[in-house]
Structures are given as C-alpha cells and as structure tokens.
C-alpha cells in the first residue's frame, strides 16, 4: 500500500518562500503522475500543479511562475516549492499519486488514488 507523508507546512510572511516535501512509502519512478492539491477554508481541494513519470509538468494559472514541483526518485520524494506567497495560498496542502496507467499529468482529482494526510500553510499579510 503506497503511503505519502507530506511536510514542510507553517507559517510564512507574505513574498516569502516555502517549501514542501511528499515522502513517498514506493518508488516515485512507480508512478504514472504526482499531484500536489490545496484546500482552503469553505473551498473545494483543488489541483495546483502535478508531475508525471516522464517529468513533465502541469500549473495551476494561480501558482504559475511562483511553484515549482521536482521530484527526487532516488529519495522517493516529491517537492513543491513556492515563492512569492500570497495571503490566498493559505490552505492545508496535499500530495496525491496515480498509481495506475495515465498519460499525461491528470487534472482531474478523481485520478488520483493515493492521498497524505495534508500540511498547512499559513500566509500572513
């Protein structure tokens, strides 16, 4: 059973940076694509960027140019760094995983079959 364990999460002034890990239980080189979603208060989870296993990468408009999703096969880790923060990026934070066959990087939440627990991320303005 793959399991994902996000951290990272805290506070951060607003124009700073900061930077999440998803330590993944399997190999990252396993998955067909890795997605990173948020959640803020009274709002629906929503997909802010993902990677697949070929590396090419999906952003949200919201997050483009200030997001950065990586990924470390070798650590089994997936990164989310975020720069230039913005009082709307505060939300609990989560990576998901498509275990099975995609092409593509999936936008759709329902794709993704495995989920972490979540991080917070608070913005302060």
């Known amino acids: 059973q793959v399991q994902l364990v996000e951290s990272g999460g805290g506070t951060v002034q607003a124009g700073g940076s900061l930077g999440l890990s998803c330590a993944a239980s399997g190999r990252t080189s396993d998955y067909y694509a890795m997605g990173w979603f948020r959640q803020a208060p009274g709002k629906e989870r929503e997909l802010i960027g993902g990677?697949?296993?070929?590396?090419?990468?999906y952003y949200a408009d919201s997050v483009k140019g200030r997001f950065t999703i990586s990924r470390d096969d070798a650590k089994n880790t997936v990164y989310l760094q975020m720069n230039s923060l913005k009082s709307e990026d505060t939300a609990v934070y989560y990576c998901a995983a498509r275990t099975r066959v995609w092409v593509g990087i999936p936008t759709d939440i329902t794709a993704y079959d495995r989920w972490g627990q979540g991080t917070q991320v608070t913005v302060s303005s």
């Open positions: 990677i697949n296993w070929i590396l090419s990468t």
